[in-house]
């Protein structure tokens, strides 16, 4: 266990619709980031937060968008769903904003139908 | 662009056997190499290495850093069926933000 935590573990949905994936970095951890891993692109990054701040941007969609609050949990909010983002998506944490390792978290498994 | 390659794509052997996973990677400014194991979800992390030619270990898993021929390996000695993952290899760029690039992922299958 990671201490990384992330809702909802699976997520059925319809295409068009909106989603929000939540994170809770280890405790301590001040930086989030979000991967989306699917069978022919393998992992990919999507964004980093930093205290708050987005750090920065990997391959993410226009119609994907994310947010750190305050208490530092992360959201990835994804609209418009497609069939083709239908993926894991995780999150993952680390104490500062670039060398330290990152700790991922359990994933939320995406199915857009 | 940081690319990053892993092979081979999958390997099976036997309990007992002795593995070597390859990763290459070609980056522009290289910062640290990182390996973790994927077994039913999330990404674990095994090692992360900084400097050419020092060998990190645990237990049975070893890997170790060639930063002249842009390569690591990660070696597993006699190896057991929980050793049975996906083993992914990534390069962080780590300079003012921490994105990993990852390789494709070596499947190992270990048979009892």
């Known amino acids: 266990d990671s201490g990384v935590t992330q809702t909802p573990k699976h997520l059925i949905t319809a295409t068009g619709q909106r989603v929000t994936l939540r994170c809770s970095p280890r405790?301590?951890?001040?930086?989030v980031y979000w991967y989306q891993q699917s069978l022919d692109q393998g992992l990919q990054f999507l964004i980093q937060?930093?205290?708050?701040?987005?750090?920065a941007k990997g391959n993410i969609l226009e119609r994907f968008s994310a947010q750190q609050f305050p208490d530092l949990h992360s959201e990835l909010n994804l609209s418009s769903l497609e069939l083709g983002d239908s993926a894991l998506y995780f999150c993952?944490?680390?104490?500062?904003?670039?060398?330290?390792?990152?700790?991922f978290g359990p994933g939320t498994r995406l199915l857009v139908l | 662009e940081d690319k990053v390659v892993q092979s081979p794509l999958s390997l099976v052997v036997h309990e007992g056997d002795t593995v070597t996973l390859n990763c290459s990677y070609e980056v522009t400014n290289f910062r640290s190499l990182l390996w973790y194991k994927q077994e039913k979800k999330a990404p674990t992390f095994l090692f992360m290495l900084?400097?050419?030619?020092i060998e990190k270990k645990s237990g049975r898993l070893s890997s170790i850093l060639d930063k002249k021929e842009l390569f690591s390996i990660l070696n597993i000695t006699a190896t057991q069926t929980g050793d049975s993952a996906i083993y992914l290899c990534?390069?962080?760029?780590?300079?003012?933000?921490?994105?990993?690039?990852f390789g494709q992922g070596t499947i190992l299958t270990v048979h009892p």
């Open positions: 990534a390069h962080n760029r780590g300079t003012s933000y921490g994105k990993l690039t």
């Open positions: 993952a944490s680390s104490v500062g904003g670039s060398r330290e390792t990152q700790y």
């Open positions: 405790s301590g951890d001040l930086s």
């Open positions: 937060y930093y205290n708050g701040e987005e750090r």
């Open positions: 900084t400097s050419s030619g």
